[in-house]
C-alpha cells in the first residue's frame, strides 16, 4: 500500500481520499493542518492516521510516502519545494504553481532528487472518455476545424462576495480567479489533444474581489481556434466540442470528460461511456500504477508525458495571463 499524506482540508481533500481508497493501492497515514479540529475531521474514519499541525513533523513521518497538496494555490509552490527536499513524492491539485519561475525552481528541485515522482492532478486528462477521444483523434487523416471547451460553475463562495466577504477562491492574494481554478482544466484539454498553441488571448470579467470571474479564452493552433469558455460566477450545461467536417466530436463538460461521443448527420455514436464513479479514481489509479513500477518502460513513456503536459500547460496559462494584464502572488503575504 501507497502511504499517503494530506495538505489541504477542503472538500476535494475528501474526495481524493475517497477515490484513492476506491483504487485499493493506497493508505492514508497522516493529514496536516493548521488547525487540530478540521485535520481531525479529514482523519475521521482512517485510523490511525497521525495529524499534524507542524509541516515539518508532517513531511518527517518516516509513514508518509507521497504528500497530496490541496490548499490555497498561493500555497503551494513552498510546499512542493518542501515536500521533495524530504524525498516525498507529491501530488498537488491544479494549478500546480501559478508562474513560470515557480515552475522551473520546482523542475530544478526534482531533478536533485531523482526518486521522486511530481503528479499535477488534473483529472480530466486521466478520465477514459478523454482518452477514448484523444485516440480518435490521432486516427483523423485530416486536421480538426476548430473547437468549443467548457467548464462553468456556480461556486457558492460567490455568495459570500456578494455578501461582502473575500474567500479564497475569489482573492488575489491567494492566486484566486476563474483562470486559476476552472480554466486550467480546458486548457489541459486543448493542450494534451493538440500541443502549444501559437498565439492566445483572454478576455476575462473581473469581480469586486480583483479576481477574474469568468472569461473567454482563445488558443490560435494557425489552422483553426480552440474558444474556451470559463466561469465561477454561473452554470452551464453546454457541452464540449470538437470540429471535423461533418463530425462533432463532443464531450460534456471540459473538467469532468465523464462520456463521450461522435455526431454525424444528426446520428450519434458512442465513444466513451458515462463514468459514474468519483472522477479522481482514474488520475489516482495512474499516479499509483508509476508509483509502485516508476521503471516500467509504459509507466516511464507517461510520467514523461505528463510532466511534458505539465510544462506546456504553466506555459499557456502564463501567457494568457498576461495576456489579460493578470498578476498573481509569489507567497502569501505574512499578515494573511
Known sequence: ??????????????????AAHATGEYQLTAVYSRHEASGQEIAKGHEPATVYTDLEQFLSDPNVEVVYIASPNVLHYEQILQALQHDKNVIVEKPAVLTPYQYQSVMDELARHPQVRYFEAARNVHMPAFAAVRDYLSGLEMGVDG??????????????????????????????GALTDLGIY????AVSLFGVPERVAYYPTMISTGVDGKGTAILNYGDFDVTLNFSKLS????????????????????????????????????????????????????????????????????????LEQMRNVNLVMSRLASSAGLEYPTKLEADE
Open 1 to 18: 500500500m501507497i502511504k499517503l499524506g494530506t495538505i489541504g482540508t477542503n472538500w476535494i481533500t475528501e474526495r481524493m481520499i475517497e
Open 147 to 176: 473547437a468549443d471547451f467548457t467548464f462553468s460553475q456556480y461556486s457558492s463562495r460567490y455568495d459570500q462576495v456578494l455578501a461582502g466577504h473575500v474567500s479564497n477562491v475569489f482573492n488575489p492574494q491567494f492566486g484566486g
Open 235 to 306: 452554470n452551464s450545461t453546454h457541452n464540449s466540442e470538437i470540429y471535423h467536417g461533418r463530425e462533432i466530436i463532443t464531450f460534456d463538460s471540459a473538467g469532468e470528460v465523464t462520456e463521450a461521443s461522435i455526431i454525424r448527420d444528426n446520428q450519434r455514436q458512442i465513444l466513451s461511456q458515462l463514468y459514474g464513479k468519483n472522477p479522481m479514481i482514474p488520475e489516482m489509479t495512474d499516479f499509483a500504477r508509476v508509483l509502485k513500477d516508476p521503471k516500467q518502460p509504459e509507466n516511464v513513456s507517461d510520467y514523461e508525458l505528463w
Open 186 to 189: 480546458p486548457v489541459y484539454d
